[in-house]
Protein backbone atom coordinates (compact mmCIF):
# COMPACT_ATOMS: atom_id res chain seq x y z
CA UNK A 1 0.00 0.00 0.00
CA UNK A 2 1.69 3.37 -1.33
CA UNK A 3 1.81 6.37 1.36
CA UNK A 4 -0.47 8.02 0.83
CA UNK A 5 -3.15 5.57 1.48
CA UNK A 6 -1.06 4.37 4.65
CA UNK A 7 -1.86 7.90 5.84
CA UNK A 8 -5.50 8.07 5.11
CA UNK A 9 -6.37 4.53 6.52
CA UNK A 10 -4.22 5.70 9.87
CA UNK A 11 -5.53 8.93 9.89
CA UNK A 12 -9.20 8.27 8.93
CA UNK A 13 -10.06 5.06 10.36
CA UNK A 14 -11.96 5.50 12.80
CA UNK A 15 -14.09 8.45 10.76
CA UNK A 16 -14.03 6.08 7.37
CA UNK A 17 -15.53 3.27 9.50
CA UNK A 18 -18.07 5.52 10.60
CA UNK A 19 -18.78 6.70 7.06
CA UNK A 20 -18.92 3.23 6.10
CA UNK A 21 -21.24 2.39 8.79
CA UNK A 22 -23.12 5.65 8.32
CA UNK A 23 -24.06 4.47 4.36
CA UNK A 24 -24.36 1.04 5.10
CA UNK A 25 -20.93 -0.12 3.54
CA UNK A 26 -20.17 -4.00 4.88
CA UNK A 27 -18.65 -6.64 3.04
CA UNK A 28 -21.05 -9.98 3.48
CA UNK A 29 -18.98 -12.35 1.06
CA UNK A 30 -15.78 -13.87 0.59
CA UNK A 31 -13.08 -14.40 -1.53
CA UNK A 32 -14.80 -11.36 -3.98
CA UNK A 33 -12.73 -9.61 -6.70
CA UNK A 34 -14.45 -6.72 -8.12
CA UNK A 35 -13.41 -5.39 -11.38
CA UNK A 36 -14.03 -1.74 -11.95
CA UNK A 37 -13.87 0.10 -14.90
CA UNK A 38 -12.43 4.30 -14.90
CA UNK A 39 -10.45 6.18 -17.27
CA UNK A 40 -6.68 7.31 -16.36
CA UNK A 41 -5.53 10.26 -15.92
CA UNK A 42 -6.74 10.89 -12.10
CA UNK A 43 -9.78 8.34 -12.16
CA UNK A 44 -7.75 5.38 -12.09
CA UNK A 45 -5.31 6.09 -9.33
CA UNK A 46 -8.47 6.95 -7.24
CA UNK A 47 -10.01 3.90 -8.15
CA UNK A 48 -6.96 1.89 -7.05
CA UNK A 49 -5.98 3.85 -3.92
CA UNK A 50 -9.57 3.94 -2.72
CA UNK A 51 -9.79 0.13 -3.52
CA UNK A 52 -7.00 -0.27 -1.68
CA UNK A 53 -8.15 1.38 1.77
CA UNK A 54 -11.43 -0.19 0.95
CA UNK A 55 -9.71 -3.65 1.20
CA UNK A 56 -8.04 -2.39 4.51
CA UNK A 57 -10.78 -2.39 6.22
CA UNK A 58 -12.68 -5.98 4.21
CA UNK A 59 -9.87 -7.79 3.12
CA UNK A 60 -12.24 -10.43 1.66
CA UNK A 61 -12.71 -7.81 -1.27
CA UNK A 62 -9.96 -7.16 -4.04
CA UNK A 63 -10.64 -4.14 -6.28
CA UNK A 64 -9.31 -4.92 -9.82
CA UNK A 65 -9.10 -1.84 -12.16
CA UNK A 66 -9.43 -2.06 -15.47
CA UNK A 67 -9.08 1.01 -18.07
CA UNK A 68 -12.03 1.54 -20.08
CA UNK A 69 -12.23 5.38 -20.46
CA UNK A 70 -15.44 6.79 -19.59
CA UNK A 71 -17.27 7.73 -22.89
CA UNK A 72 -16.63 4.05 -23.88
CA UNK A 73 -17.88 2.59 -20.76
CA UNK A 74 -21.92 2.51 -21.94
CA UNK A 75 -20.75 1.00 -25.67
CA UNK A 76 -18.48 -1.33 -23.78
CA UNK A 77 -20.93 -2.88 -21.02
CA UNK A 78 -23.84 -3.85 -23.64
CA UNK A 79 -21.20 -5.45 -25.61
CA UNK A 80 -18.94 -7.06 -22.80
CA UNK A 81 -21.88 -7.75 -19.41
CA UNK A 82 -24.07 -10.31 -21.76
CA UNK A 83 -20.73 -12.08 -22.74
CA UNK A 84 -19.67 -12.43 -19.21
CA UNK A 85 -16.71 -10.20 -19.19
CA UNK A 86 -17.43 -7.03 -18.04
CA UNK A 87 -16.94 -4.94 -14.96
CA UNK A 88 -18.68 -4.89 -11.95
CA UNK A 89 -19.13 -1.37 -11.16
CA UNK A 90 -17.56 1.10 -14.00
CA UNK A 91 -17.83 4.97 -14.57
CA UNK A 92 -19.96 6.54 -16.97
CA UNK A 93 -21.35 10.46 -17.54
CA UNK A 94 -25.02 10.69 -16.66
CA UNK A 95 -26.09 12.05 -20.14
CA UNK A 96 -25.34 7.40 -21.18
CA UNK A 97 -28.39 7.07 -18.19
CA UNK A 98 -31.16 6.81 -20.36
CA UNK A 99 -29.01 4.30 -22.73
CA UNK A 100 -27.99 2.44 -19.75
CA UNK A 101 -31.95 2.03 -17.93
CA UNK A 102 -33.39 1.01 -21.40
CA UNK A 103 -30.52 -1.14 -22.50
CA UNK A 104 -30.88 -3.11 -19.22
CA UNK A 105 -27.23 -2.57 -18.48
CA UNK A 106 -27.49 -1.01 -15.02
CA UNK A 107 -28.95 -1.65 -11.69
CA UNK A 108 -31.13 0.59 -9.51
CA UNK A 109 -29.07 2.41 -6.75
CA UNK A 110 -29.46 0.59 -3.36
CA UNK A 111 -30.06 2.66 -0.12
CA UNK A 112 -31.48 5.34 -2.40
CA UNK A 113 -33.13 7.69 0.31
CA UNK A 114 -29.46 7.63 2.10
CA UNK A 115 -27.26 7.71 -1.09
CA UNK A 116 -29.85 11.49 -1.88
CA UNK A 117 -29.46 12.53 1.62
CA UNK A 118 -26.04 12.43 1.23
CA UNK A 119 -25.17 13.83 -2.29
CA UNK A 120 -25.59 17.15 -3.93
CA UNK A 121 -29.52 17.13 -5.20
CA UNK A 122 -28.43 17.86 -8.71
CA UNK A 123 -26.48 15.05 -8.77
CA UNK A 124 -29.07 12.80 -7.39
CA UNK A 125 -31.70 14.11 -10.05
CA UNK A 126 -28.78 13.86 -13.00
CA UNK A 127 -29.61 9.91 -12.11
CA UNK A 128 -32.68 9.91 -11.59
CA UNK A 129 -33.81 8.15 -15.02
CA UNK A 130 -38.06 7.36 -15.27
CA UNK A 131 -38.98 8.02 -11.49
CA UNK A 132 -35.72 5.73 -10.28
CA UNK A 133 -32.14 6.53 -9.16
CA UNK A 134 -29.24 4.63 -10.69
CA UNK A 135 -25.39 4.69 -9.91
CA UNK A 136 -23.58 6.55 -6.87
CA UNK A 137 -22.33 9.99 -8.19
CA UNK A 138 -18.65 10.19 -7.63
CA UNK A 139 -17.96 14.01 -8.96
CA UNK A 140 -20.12 17.00 -10.35
CA UNK A 141 -18.88 19.34 -12.98
CA UNK A 142 -18.98 22.32 -15.06
CA UNK A 143 -16.97 25.10 -16.76
CA UNK A 144 -16.38 28.23 -16.29
CA UNK A 145 -14.84 31.67 -17.50
CA UNK A 146 -11.19 31.33 -16.70
CA UNK A 147 -8.80 34.46 -16.83
CA UNK A 148 -5.34 34.95 -17.03
CA UNK A 149 -4.85 37.73 -13.95
CA UNK A 150 -1.50 38.74 -16.41
CA UNK A 151 -3.50 39.42 -19.09
CA UNK A 152 -6.79 40.65 -17.92
CA UNK A 153 -7.47 42.21 -14.60
CA UNK A 154 -10.04 40.95 -12.27
CA UNK A 155 -12.53 44.10 -12.28
CA UNK A 156 -12.15 44.13 -16.53
CA UNK A 157 -13.58 40.13 -16.70
CA UNK A 158 -16.85 40.29 -18.77
CA UNK A 159 -20.39 40.34 -17.02
CA UNK A 160 -21.85 39.92 -20.70
CA UNK A 161 -20.52 38.70 -24.08
CA UNK A 162 -21.29 42.09 -25.69
CA UNK A 163 -18.55 43.31 -22.94
CA UNK A 164 -16.80 40.70 -23.85
CA UNK A 165 -16.38 40.73 -27.65
CA UNK A 166 -15.35 44.93 -26.83
CA UNK A 167 -12.70 44.13 -24.26
CA UNK A 168 -11.21 41.45 -26.72
CA UNK A 169 -11.29 43.54 -29.74
CA UNK A 170 -9.44 46.27 -27.74
CA UNK A 171 -7.25 43.98 -26.50
CA UNK A 172 -6.40 42.14 -29.77
CA UNK A 173 -5.40 45.21 -31.66
CA UNK A 174 -2.90 46.05 -28.60
CA UNK A 175 -1.60 42.38 -28.40
CA UNK A 176 -0.61 40.74 -31.44
CA UNK A 177 0.18 37.19 -31.16
CA UNK A 178 -1.91 37.00 -28.52
CA UNK A 179 -5.80 36.11 -28.03
CA UNK A 180 -8.60 37.90 -25.86
CA UNK A 181 -10.69 34.90 -26.16
CA UNK A 182 -10.75 31.17 -26.64
CA UNK A 183 -12.80 28.03 -26.62
CA UNK A 184 -13.22 24.76 -28.26
CA UNK A 185 -16.25 25.47 -30.76
CA UNK A 186 -16.82 22.42 -32.03
CA UNK A 187 -17.70 20.76 -29.11
CA UNK A 188 -21.38 20.81 -28.10
CA UNK A 189 -20.39 20.66 -24.04
CA UNK A 190 -19.51 24.40 -24.80
CA UNK A 191 -21.57 25.69 -27.54
CA UNK A 192 -24.73 24.42 -25.95
CA UNK A 193 -24.55 27.85 -23.73
CA UNK A 194 -25.55 30.01 -27.18
CA UNK A 195 -29.29 28.40 -27.22
CA UNK A 196 -30.03 28.72 -23.66
CA UNK A 197 -31.15 32.16 -24.03
CA UNK A 198 -34.51 33.05 -22.26
CA UNK A 199 -34.46 29.71 -20.49
CA UNK A 200 -34.76 27.41 -23.72
CA UNK A 201 -33.34 24.39 -22.70
CA UNK A 202 -32.21 21.32 -24.79
CA UNK A 203 -35.04 18.45 -24.76
CA UNK A 204 -37.37 21.41 -23.30
CA UNK A 205 -37.49 22.76 -19.57
CA UNK A 206 -37.21 18.91 -17.79
CA UNK A 207 -34.82 17.72 -20.57
CA UNK A 208 -36.87 14.83 -21.48
CA UNK A 209 -39.08 15.95 -24.26
CA UNK A 210 -38.84 13.24 -27.26
CA UNK A 211 -40.09 14.80 -29.80
CA UNK A 212 -38.29 18.47 -29.91
CA UNK A 213 -34.69 18.94 -29.26
CA UNK A 214 -35.31 22.80 -29.05
CA UNK A 215 -32.25 23.61 -30.71
CA UNK A 216 -33.27 24.98 -33.59
CA UNK A 217 -36.30 27.70 -31.62
CA UNK A 218 -35.73 31.47 -32.14
CA UNK A 219 -33.42 31.55 -29.06
CA UNK A 220 -31.60 29.17 -30.09
CA UNK A 221 -31.11 30.21 -33.70
CA UNK A 222 -30.07 33.71 -31.97
CA UNK A 223 -27.67 32.80 -29.65
CA UNK A 224 -25.85 30.66 -32.02
CA UNK A 225 -25.85 33.55 -34.87
CA UNK A 226 -23.96 35.83 -31.77
CA UNK A 227 -21.29 32.62 -31.45
CA UNK A 228 -20.84 32.97 -35.28
CA UNK A 229 -20.32 36.70 -35.15
CA UNK A 230 -17.14 35.85 -32.66
CA UNK A 231 -15.44 34.47 -35.40
CA UNK A 232 -15.67 37.83 -37.33
CA UNK A 233 -15.30 40.12 -34.51
CA UNK A 234 -12.71 38.64 -31.87
CA UNK A 235 -11.35 34.82 -32.99
CA UNK A 236 -10.73 34.84 -36.72
CA UNK A 237 -9.44 30.99 -36.54
CA UNK A 238 -10.95 27.93 -38.55
CA UNK A 239 -13.19 25.56 -36.39
CA UNK A 240 -10.92 22.41 -36.88
CA UNK A 241 -7.61 24.96 -35.05
CA UNK A 242 -10.16 25.42 -32.18
CA UNK A 243 -10.27 21.96 -30.56
CA UNK A 244 -9.95 21.24 -26.84
CA UNK A 245 -6.50 20.28 -26.78
CA UNK A 246 -5.44 23.62 -29.11
CA UNK A 247 -7.56 26.10 -26.75
CA UNK A 248 -6.31 24.65 -23.37
CA UNK A 249 -2.55 24.26 -24.72
CA UNK A 250 -2.83 28.10 -25.82
CA UNK A 251 -3.99 29.23 -22.20
CA UNK A 252 -1.50 26.95 -20.57
CA UNK A 253 1.20 29.22 -22.67
CA UNK A 254 -0.09 32.65 -21.55
CA UNK A 255 -1.50 33.80 -24.91
CA UNK A 256 -4.82 33.89 -24.10
CA UNK A 257 -6.64 36.24 -21.90
CA UNK A 258 -10.01 34.42 -20.89
CA UNK A 259 -10.55 30.81 -21.97
CA UNK A 260 -13.81 28.14 -21.00
CA UNK A 261 -12.83 25.35 -19.72
CA UNK A 262 -13.33 23.06 -16.44
CA UNK A 263 -11.82 22.14 -12.85
CA UNK A 264 -9.91 19.55 -14.30
CA UNK A 265 -7.11 22.21 -16.16
CA UNK A 266 -6.68 24.31 -12.51
CA UNK A 267 -3.83 21.61 -11.67
CA UNK A 268 -2.85 21.39 -15.71
CA UNK A 269 -2.49 25.49 -15.54
CA UNK A 270 -1.28 26.35 -11.82
CA UNK A 271 1.86 23.39 -13.26
CA UNK A 272 2.31 25.89 -15.80
CA UNK A 273 2.71 28.54 -13.68
CA UNK A 274 -0.63 30.61 -14.81
CA UNK A 275 -1.83 33.19 -12.38
CA UNK A 276 -5.14 33.11 -13.17
CA UNK A 277 -8.58 33.40 -11.26
CA UNK A 278 -12.09 31.36 -12.32
CA UNK A 279 -15.69 33.71 -12.99
CA UNK A 280 -18.96 32.53 -13.83
CA UNK A 281 -19.99 32.63 -17.89
CA UNK A 282 -21.08 35.81 -19.13
CA UNK A 283 -24.42 36.65 -19.87
CA UNK A 284 -25.77 36.69 -23.01
CA UNK A 285 -27.82 39.58 -24.40
CA UNK A 286 -30.51 40.93 -22.95
CA UNK A 287 -29.81 38.62 -19.79
CA UNK A 288 -28.07 39.90 -16.64
CA UNK A 289 -27.47 36.37 -15.21
CA UNK A 290 -24.43 34.10 -16.39
CA UNK A 291 -25.36 32.09 -19.28
CA UNK A 292 -26.45 28.36 -18.91
CA UNK A 293 -23.55 25.57 -18.72
CA UNK A 294 -24.26 22.45 -18.87
CA UNK A 295 -23.62 20.50 -15.22
CA UNK A 296 -22.64 16.82 -15.48
CA UNK A 297 -22.27 13.85 -13.18
CA UNK A 298 -20.01 11.33 -13.59
CA UNK A 299 -21.03 8.13 -11.91
CA UNK A 300 -20.42 5.05 -11.07
CA UNK A 301 -22.76 1.97 -11.91
CA UNK A 302 -23.27 -1.34 -10.91
CA UNK A 303 -24.02 -3.67 -14.11
CA UNK A 304 -26.97 -5.62 -14.51
CA UNK A 305 -24.42 -8.18 -15.52
CA UNK A 306 -22.52 -8.44 -12.41
CA UNK A 307 -22.16 -11.96 -9.96
CA UNK A 308 -21.30 -9.55 -6.99
CA UNK A 309 -23.95 -6.74 -7.14
CA UNK A 310 -24.08 -6.26 -3.00
CA UNK A 311 -20.29 -5.91 -3.09
CA UNK A 312 -20.26 -3.43 -6.19
CA UNK A 313 -22.68 -1.60 -4.48
CA UNK A 314 -20.88 -1.64 -1.19
CA UNK A 315 -17.68 -0.58 -2.46
CA UNK A 316 -19.19 2.49 -4.90
CA UNK A 317 -21.11 3.71 -1.97
CA UNK A 318 -17.36 3.90 0.08
CA UNK A 319 -16.50 6.23 -2.61
CA UNK A 320 -18.87 8.75 -1.58
CA UNK A 321 -17.12 8.80 1.90
CA UNK A 322 -15.72 12.02 2.57
CA UNK A 323 -12.36 10.51 3.15
CA UNK A 324 -12.72 9.34 -0.40
CA UNK A 325 -14.49 12.34 -1.82
CA UNK A 326 -11.28 14.57 -0.18
CA UNK A 327 -8.87 12.27 -1.85
CA UNK A 328 -10.60 12.32 -5.33
CA UNK A 329 -10.38 16.09 -5.49
CA UNK A 330 -6.94 15.37 -4.61
CA UNK A 331 -6.22 13.09 -7.17
CA UNK A 332 -8.26 14.53 -10.09
CA UNK A 333 -9.15 18.06 -9.33
CA UNK A 334 -12.81 17.10 -10.02
CA UNK A 335 -15.68 18.65 -7.83
CA UNK A 336 -17.04 16.80 -4.94
CA UNK A 337 -20.79 14.72 -5.61
CA UNK A 338 -21.36 15.31 -1.61
CA UNK A 339 -20.95 18.34 0.74
CA UNK A 340 -17.30 18.65 1.73
CA UNK A 341 -14.73 20.98 2.35
CA UNK A 342 -12.06 20.87 -0.44
CA UNK A 343 -9.24 23.66 -0.15
CA UNK A 344 -9.24 25.04 -3.83
CA UNK A 345 -9.66 29.19 -4.38
CA UNK A 346 -11.03 28.45 -7.37
CA UNK A 347 -13.69 26.35 -6.17
CA UNK A 348 -16.40 29.75 -5.78
CA UNK A 349 -16.37 30.52 -9.11
CA UNK A 350 -17.05 27.38 -10.60
CA UNK A 351 -20.01 26.91 -7.68
CA UNK A 352 -21.40 30.06 -8.52
CA UNK A 353 -21.80 28.92 -12.12
CA UNK A 354 -23.37 25.61 -11.07
CA UNK A 355 -26.15 27.77 -9.60
CA UNK A 356 -26.78 28.55 -13.23
CA UNK A 357 -25.89 24.77 -14.92
CA UNK A 358 -28.54 22.38 -16.21
CA UNK A 359 -27.51 18.64 -16.10
CA UNK A 360 -27.49 16.79 -19.33
CA UNK A 361 -30.08 15.11 -20.80
CA UNK A 362 -30.08 11.66 -20.27
CA UNK A 363 -32.90 10.46 -22.54
CA UNK A 364 -31.81 8.21 -25.00
CA UNK A 365 -31.67 10.65 -28.32
CA UNK A 366 -28.74 12.91 -26.29
CA UNK A 367 -26.58 10.18 -27.81
CA UNK A 368 -26.94 11.72 -30.90
CA UNK A 369 -26.41 15.03 -29.57
CA UNK A 370 -22.79 14.78 -29.71
CA UNK A 371 -22.08 14.49 -33.17
CA UNK A 372 -24.90 16.47 -34.45
CA UNK A 373 -23.94 19.23 -32.31
CA UNK A 374 -19.98 19.11 -32.83
CA UNK A 375 -21.14 19.32 -36.86
CA UNK A 376 -23.60 21.95 -36.46
CA UNK A 377 -21.05 23.83 -34.23
CA UNK A 378 -18.36 23.57 -36.38
CA UNK A 379 -20.48 25.00 -39.73
CA UNK A 380 -22.07 27.84 -38.34
CA UNK A 381 -18.28 29.07 -37.03
CA UNK A 382 -17.17 28.52 -40.41
CA UNK A 383 -20.05 30.22 -41.49
CA UNK A 384 -23.03 28.41 -42.58
CA UNK A 385 -26.53 29.36 -42.32
CA UNK A 386 -27.57 28.91 -38.65
CA UNK A 387 -31.22 28.51 -39.11
CA UNK A 388 -30.55 25.71 -41.68
CA UNK A 389 -27.25 24.09 -39.35
CA UNK A 390 -29.79 23.83 -36.11
CA UNK A 391 -32.70 22.36 -38.28
CA UNK A 392 -30.67 19.73 -39.69
CA UNK A 393 -29.17 19.00 -36.31
CA UNK A 394 -32.74 18.47 -34.90
CA UNK A 395 -33.66 15.92 -37.96
CA UNK A 396 -30.86 14.26 -36.92
CA UNK A 397 -31.16 13.99 -32.89
CA UNK A 398 -35.22 13.53 -32.85
CA UNK A 399 -34.74 10.79 -35.86
CA UNK A 400 -36.15 7.54 -35.06
CA UNK A 401 -34.32 4.45 -35.73
Not at 139 to 145: F, I, M, V
Not at 209 to 217: E, G, H, R, V
Not at 241 to 249: E, Q, Y
Not at 269 to 281: D, M, R, T
Request: proline share 5%; charged share 20%.
Amino acid sequence: MNKKVVSIVAASAAAIALSVFATGCKSKSSGVTLTVWESLSGPDEFIKQAGEAYTALHPDVTIKFQNVEIGDAAGKIALDGPAGKGADLFGAPHDKLGELVTGGFVLPTSNVETIKSQVLGACSQALTYDGTMYGYPVSAETYALFYNKDLISENEVPKTFDDLIAWSKKFNAENPGKYAFMMDVSNGYYTIIFTTGNGNRLFGESGTDTKNSDLNTEDAVNGMKLFQSLRKEILDVPAADLDTSMCDGAFQSGTVAMHITGLWNVVNFENAGINFGVAPLPALPGESKPASSFSGTRAMFVSAYSEHPEEAADFAKFLLTPEMQKLRFELTGAMPSVSVDVSSKYMPGFLQQLDYAFPMPSIPAMSRFWDAMKSASSNIWNGADVKSELDACNDVIMSVE
